[in-house]
Nanobody, 127 residues
Framework: QVQLVESGGGLVQAGGSLRLSCAAS????????MGWFRRAPGKEREFVAG????????YYADSVKGRFTISRDNAKNTVYLSMNSLRPEDTAVYYC????????????????????WGQGTQVTVSS
């Protein structure tokens, strides 16, 4: 089972940028599809972005498309989420997740299909 640790969260003004990192333990990281989810205060956890094991396929929630970019470096066992043009509504705890099974976009957008989760990192965007 892969273990995940997120970092890079913080406080930023609206319009600013942050890059989140998710470091994974284990030698099989490259076989995992990865995703980022977030949970805002008083709201349900929601899908943000996903990336296939090879990095060839990426998926985004409509709310972040064009502003966020997911990427991965399998040599470093790390997945990233670059966030630009941040808005106050992006304020949330961001979680990294890993999934062993293959599948199309549906399986990336639903948290139930992910096998391992990080502890989360707080992102706060001030107006």
């Amino acid at each position: 089972q892969v273990q995940l640790v997120e970092s890079g969260g913080g406080l930023v003004q609206a319009g600013g940028s942050l890059r989140l990192s998710c470091a994974a333990s284990g030698r099989t990281f490259s076989s995992y599809a990865m995703g980022w989810f977030r949970r805002a205060p008083g709201k349900e956890r929601e899908f943000v972005a996903g990336i296939s094991w090879s990095g060839d396929s990426t998926y985004y929630a409509d709310s972040v498309k064009g502003r966020f970019t997911i990427s991965r470096d399998n040599a470093k066992n790390t997945v990233y989420l670059s966030m630009n043009s941040l808005r106050p509504e992006d304020t949330a705890v961001y979680y990294c997740a890993a999934r062993r099974t293959a599948g199309g976009p549906y399986y990336y957008t639903h948290a139930t299909y992910f096998d391992a989760w990080g502890q989360g990192t707080q992102v706060t965007v001030s107006s």
